[in-house]
Structures are given as C-alpha cells and as structure tokens.
C-alpha cells in the first residue's frame, strides 16, 4: 500500500452514554482561631432564632438579601448572621454564613465546612467581578455542589481549603489565580492548590475581616466578599446598606475584574499526565513509569535547555550532541534516533527551547502503542503554555557567566470582550554563555504565538505558530586519549574558532475539539514542522597519540527535514454493567523527508595539546570541495489504534491497547513497505489509596535504515518491555514516589555484514535491566524537592563485530540526583529561599568496543531567591566546586561533550 498516494477522509461515530452521580452530604465544621473547639447545633432558621455556642446564645436572623437572589444558599434553602465573640480580641465579629441543621464548632469570626468527597473534582476556571456590595469569587465546575470548604481567619486574611478538588486553569496543572488590589477595602485575592488534592482560597482585607457569603449555582461554588470600610474610606454603597457593610449580600456581578494569573506552580509534583495514554490520567492509574517536571522546577533551576531539566529524571542522560547541534538522549540505556514529542506531536527541534514549555513528561519504555515508531527506551514529551482567560504579563531577564543574556516575555489574555478568543505570545532572545573558546557567540531568537477560539460551549480550536533561529558554535569536543579522555583544558577547541552552525526551525499547526456531550468527544490536530540547517564544521578524524597530532576534515553540511502530521481520535466514557470503561480510537498520518548534502575535504591538522589555528582555508562555494556524499530519505506512515482504560473496581484498574501501523520508507536507492503491530497491557492495584502496585507489557517498532550487500532495506527493529512497580502518594499527596523495575529487549539492530562491511545484516540485540526510583512534591509548606535514582544494566547481547557483554555506551550503572529549595513562609523574610541540588553519573562506557570510559563525577548547584508580590529575583551558581566532567560522549573516540565550569546565573522577573 502506498500511503503518500492515501487522500481519503476518515469518518468517525461514537456512542453517546449518560452516567447518573447521586452527590454526597457534608458536615459544617467551626473552630476558633485560639485553636480551642466546642461544639453548637445550628438548626434550620426557619425553626430556630437563636444559636448556642459555648454555653452562649446568639441571635440568629435570616438575609434579606436573599430574597432577591436566584441562587442556593451554600448547604441549604436559608441563610442566617451569627454574631461570635473574637476570642483573641474580645471584640464582637458579625458574618453573613449559610447554614443547614448540623453540628458546628465554634472558632472566632470564621467558617469552617469540612467533609471529605469520593472523588477530587476539577475547577476549570476563576472568575472575579465586582458587586455593588463587593467582590463575588466563582470557582466555574459542574461539581460545585461536591465542594466542602475548610475556613479560617488570621488577622485581616480570610483562608478557605477545599479538600479534594484540584484547580486546572486554562493554561495547565498547578497555576495561581491572584488578583492584587480587586476593590477598595481587599489588597488581594488568590486561588491555588494547596497541595495535589486541596484549593486554597486567600482574601485579604485591608481594614478588617471581610464578611463572607457561599452560593452554590450552575457556575460553581461562589464566595461573595464583602469588605470592611475605614473610617477613612467612603463607601461606595447604596444608600439602604448603610449601617449594614457586615451582613449584607453581594448582588448580582455587574463588572469584571482585572486579574493576574500567574504561570507558576506551587508544587513539585504533577498529579496528571497525558503522554502515557492521550487522556488526563492521574499518574496513580498509569501502570508505566512516568515522570513529570513542572514549570515550577525550571523556574528555580533557571533551565535554559532540556538537557538541564531532565536530568532531574531517573534514567535519563544526554546522548550524542552531532557537534553541539542537538539534544539527543539516553532513556533506559538505549539511545534516541526517533525524535521526541511536542504536545503529542512528533518534534524535530534541533534544541528545544524552553520560554513556553509548562511541563516536560517522560514516558519509560515503549510507546509505539500510541505514537507509532519510536525507540524502546521511552519518550519525552514537551508540553507547552496555552492561552489563558484573564489578562497575564511577564518579563524577564537572565544575564550570567560567559556573557549570556536572555531577555523573555510571557503574555497572555483575552481578545474579546466575550473572552472567547484568547491568545498567548513567548519570546525570548539568547545571546552568548558558551564557555568554550571560539569565536562564534550563540544567537538564539524564538517567538511563539497561540491563538484559541471557543467556537462554543462544546467546540474549541486553537491555532499555533513557533519560529526559531539559532546560531551556535559547531563543536565536536574532546578526544578520546588510550582508555580515557586527552588531558587537556576542558575549554580546548579541536576545531577552528569560526567553526558554526546555523538553523532555522519553523512549526505550525491547529487542534480542534468538540465534544458531544459530558462522555464523548472527537480531536482533530494538524501539525507541520520544518528544519532547514547549514553548518562548517572542521571534524576531527584520527589521533596520533605519540605526538598528539590530530587528523582533521572541513565540511560544509546542509540538511532540510519536514514533518507533516495529523492526528484525529475519539474519546468516550460508558458502562458495561459495574464495570467503568475510557475508550480511545484513533487515526494518525504522517509524512516525513530529510536530505542532506555534505561536501568535503582533507584540511590541516592540530596538536591537542599545542593547538595552532587560522591554517584552514575554506572553500568559498561546495562545488570546489573535491568530494561529498549526500542522502534522501522518505518515511510515510498510517497508523490506527484503540485503547481502552477499565475501572474493574475502585482499587483494580486494567489498560489495554493495540496499534497497526503502515510504513513506507525509501532511500535514494531502496524502498520498503513494512507493518507492524504494537500492543500494550498494564493493570492496577491499589490496596490502599495511596499505594498503587502495577504491572505491564509494551512492544514498539521503528525503522531500520540499514541496507544489505543487494540494497534492500532492513526489517524493523523491535523492541519489548516488561515492568513492575510502586507508585506512593504521601503526605495528602504533596508527594509522590516511584519504584520500578524493568527488561527491555532490542532487537533486528542493523549491524555490520562480516562479508561486506559496508552493508548490514539485522542480527544485533541490546538488553537493559534497571530499577529506578523517583520522588517528587512538597514536603513540607515552603519545602520542595525533586529527587531520582537509577540502576542500569544495557548491554550487548548478539554482535557479530561486538563482544557478547559489551557494555551501551554513555550508560552509568548508578546516578541520581537530588535537588531541593526552602522559601520561608512567614515573618520579615518572608519569601526569601534557598536551593540546593547534587547530580552524580557514574562511570560510562565511551563506545560499543568499551575501548575507553569516561569518569564518574559528582557536580553541586546552589540557588538564593527572593519572592515578593510580583517580583521574583534569583541567582544560580551551577557547578558550584567547578569540578572537570563530560556530559556525554559520541559514540566514537571523538565527539566527547565536557561540562560546563563554575557558571553563575541570575534572573530578576516580574508579573502585572
């Protein structure tokens, strides 16, 4: 079948299934701000006029606001004022509360509702607006009526925690929603998650305790604020709530307020992710290895390149940089050739930049089953910032060691007065930070607009565009030197100074979703993705390690690639019985094509150790260099898969899933159809809900360029996996571990034919073996931490060139990493904190012969910042001990990427 001759439209019908929730009744709880609790029974004010507390008797009289409101009182059909002592004051505090026929506990001025719910329910949205008598805060979900609300005061500040819910806000997991200064009399109002499963709710008054009302409604759950005024502040009431500021109701909202959201995360921990099954799925029920770095960690890392941020993450190291010129990894020994993701789509960055990336999720192991051809070893996934619904603005800078400046900016807001047109803007711009010797400086620039149109209540689409240029020295590192690396200065080029390489990356595209009903929806995305580079490059070849004498070769390479992709599944919830089901069927296209032409020549040689440059001299146009090689190769592919996510009962969950997937690869001499099929199967255990235990079986292909002595190309290589683990949330889920332990066997490896070397044969076969384990989130108010651990076992296992046993190279049996901030929480310094990481990689193999190995190190970052109202300062000092390390090698005796030496940064950012 030829798929570049496919030009037919799918058509896709699902069924529509309505589920019935009966929602649970809640308990009321009050307690005193002394910490002291006595109980009180509230009855129903339309039988009772008084209330008992602490042996005492209140008046208890209904709201005449609420006789003109159309919304539900909060847990009841009346409203009533309970006038309480403030036990740390002795002044008396009137709050407006509604209240139903249960028990209460007595605690100041403040309102305390507490019970737990079955299931953490989503708010989708914060909306604020002015009333006449205040500020009324909406938390928008379909579950309002769910919420049970924790409440207490401090001074002038007014804190409600709301258990089981968690705040999911247009721009993605874990944001704040504050807005300074809403209205005269409140200096601030935020919403945040508090930890994985709690949203805390602060409003702060400026003369006083504001007075608060609850309302349930079809928004959501709504606060309405109504402040205390000062003697010198004049009120802007209407002249009948005069003398009634405390009790009063807010009316209906007649005015927006201008809010700041802010795209930081107050946790280290992500309890959803998406890359392992294409549905937001708690972490707890995927039985696969995923790991997630928030926002929150780049921040205080001050991540300027993937690289950084990942190895925060079990099981991952930098592979291979091809000369500085990409981001390649190693995920559970076996190193990348099949590209990363980029929200779901396959991404060809050359260097993936970081200005608009919200998240980094890595999925462990094969993903074939929903992503086609992709390497056995896992899959990272680049999730970046969407558009948000209130008006949101940051700038930044990063100025650090070796001349670097990075000036970014982060916008966002609505287009539209209805807000259904929202948009987003990215920026950044980086000049110089390499500490390598040549005279090429980087010049980065990236802009990336979003642009999304809620057509409907039902139907969204959203359009994106990204463009980067970047221009960076073309760097093949150090060189091998017997069975380690040369001992020269780490700063050495082996190069030419003026060695550079130049890129433009160019990526646009659309997703579209409508949903039918609360079960069902159908997604539509398109996306396509350019890479066009041009790169001199003077490479080393051969080294005489007598006199240190370094055979060199100038090139001149050019290489375009374009990725075309379009995705289009069906996502739908029904019932088969008791049994819950979410089943995913979809569709993908792709077409992708890559041509590079590299001309070259022999050129002077170097002494490493007393290096003399300017002897090269470079052709001025490719048709003068005296030889080259070039190629063009074509991947087509159509893929179909289903997957299906049962909840057999509350604690049991099975994932099951399948994928066939057509492949038609050609060369310029050769061309091959090939099909493969991807299973997947996990399941679930949860004998406690914080514990999950979980087990699976993955397969995933990926084509083989390899070619025999007759030109055909090689089959598919294969990959298999089969893992176990333990997955704990702790702490109220503030924090999460992972235990897993795995074998993953790689299989039909193109290795050389021992007839006629310059063709294969696909009789190669890697193993890896590892444990891993992962920590992540909050350990305490103000305390974070991200730590991992990994054992890695990758070997050679079938090589007829290779010793049997041969160690994968650039894989450490151990490393881990801990990194952890503190930011005080209370008093004068408040908002002062301080970081502190350790990343250890043990010894590796520098090639497949194990002919040499590069040195364990040991590298220390620290950090100091400073948070205040919308100003954050920090400064990172990064290979603190400015200890020698490589960061990865190339494979070969040359390409050794070293470590950066003591590097300073600092970042002084602000949000309005």
Known sequence: MKLDKLFQSLLLTGAVVVLTNTPSRGKEVLKDTEGESSSATVADSRFKDTVTVRNQEFSVSKSPALASSDRKPRYGESQVEISLPNIKSKESSKKTLPVKGIERISQGAALLVQSPTPEVVQVTGVQATRTDQGVEVILQTTQGQELQITNRSADNNFIADIPNAQLLLPSGDGFIFRSPNPIEGITEITVTNFDANTIRVTVIGEAGLPTVVLFDSDEGLIF??????????????????????QTEQ????????????TGQQDRYSVPNATTATRTDTPLRDIPQSIQAVPRQVLEDQQVIRASEALLNVSGVQRGNSAGNTVELFNIRGFQQFGGNLRDGFRDSSNFVETANLERI????????????NLDPGGIINYVTKQPLAEPFYAVGLQIGSFGLVRPTLDFSGPLNPERTVLYRLNAAYEGGGNFRNFDTEVKRFFISPVVSWKISDRTDVTFEFEYVNDLRPSDRGLFAFGTGIADIPFDRVLGEPDDSSESTQFRTGY????????DWKIRNRFRLSSVDAISYTTEPDSLNEETGELFRTLYKEVYELKNYGLQTDVVGKFNTGSIEHQLLFGVDLSWQTEDGFYPFTETASINIFNPVYGNVSRPASRDQYPDSFSFRTETNSLGFFLQDQVKLAENLKLLVGGRFDFINQSTTSSEREDQAFSPRVGIVYQPIEPISLYTSFSRSFQPNFGTRVDGSLLEPVRGTQY??????EFLNSRLTTNLAAYEITKSNLGVTDPDNPIFSIPSGEQRSRGIELDVTGQILPGWNMIASYAYTDARVTKDDNLQPGNLLDGVPFNSASLWSTYEIQTGDLQGLGFGLGLFYVGERQGDLSNSFQIPSYVRTDASVFYRRNNWRVSINVNNLFNVNYIEAGGQVRRNIDP???LTVRGRVSVEF
């Open 224 to 245: 309405g604020f109504t402040p205390v005024i000062s003697s010198a502040q004049t009120p802007q009431l209407p002249a009948e709530a005069e003398g009634e500021t």
């Open 250 to 261: 807010p009316s209906t909202p007649d005015q927006p307020i201008e809010l700041v959201v």
């Open 361 to 372: 999720e890595v999925l462990k192991g094969p993903a074939s089953v929903l992503y086609g």
């Open 511 to 518: 997703r579209f979703e409508h949903r039918f009903n609360d």
């Open 723 to 728: 893992e176990v683990g333990i997955r704990g």
């Open 899 to 901: 470590g950066a030496p």
